[in-house]
């Protein structure tokens, strides 16, 4: 299928409830726009860079993040109803399975990172967390399935 090249310059247009179907669109520039309830589907947007972005209850599924790099994000959400206590959530976060086209059959994979990141309150249920480095963090009050890791610290230092 040959593409027809069409360069478009909008400036002050309202494009909403367009459709880009089957469309080359690389190295397009958004600055000062509204793109609320926008849908990407089925799209390649590696090297894409979003700055000073709302990404607010945006919903990423199905997405290879690797080498993704996310800094200076607010994860809080306010909480104005006591039932609905969950704020940003991640769910079945893995690395590559084999058959995925970046799958290492020695797992060679470069280690996720947290850095001066606030989890205060933040809750890891049912994951992997082998071979996991905590160093220079504030501990006070973390349990792991009901231990306090704080003052099992402390009676090794006691020791």
Not at 104 to 117: D, T, V, W
Not at 118 to 143: F, P, V, Y
Request: aromatic share 4%; with cysteine; proline share 2%.
């Amino acid at each position: 299928m040959e593409l027809k090249v069409n360069h478009l310059d909008l400036e002050m247009t309202d494009i909403s409830g367009s459709k880009f179907q089957n469309a080359k669109a690389e190295a397009i520039l958004f600055n000062n726009v509204n793109l609320t309830k926008t849908q990407i589907q089925n799209a390649n947007m590696s090297q894409m860079i979003l700055n000073d972005v709302n990404m607010s209850e945006v919903k990423i599924s199905n997405a290879n993040l690797s080498g993704t790099e996310i800094r200076n994000a607010n994860l809080s959400h306010l909480i104005l109803d006591q039932a609905q206590l969950v704020g940003t959530e991640f769910h079945n976060i893995v690395l590559p399975q084999p058959g995925d086209a970046n799958y290492n059959l020695e797992e060679n994979y470069k280690p996720i990172s947290f850095q001066n990141c606030n989890l205060k309150d933040a809750q890891l249920r049912n994951c992997n967390l082998s071979n996991m480095d905590i160093i220079d963090c504030d501990i006070t009050g973390l349990r792991i399935n009901g231990y306090s890791i704080e003052e099992l610290v402390k009676n090794m230092e006691r020791k």
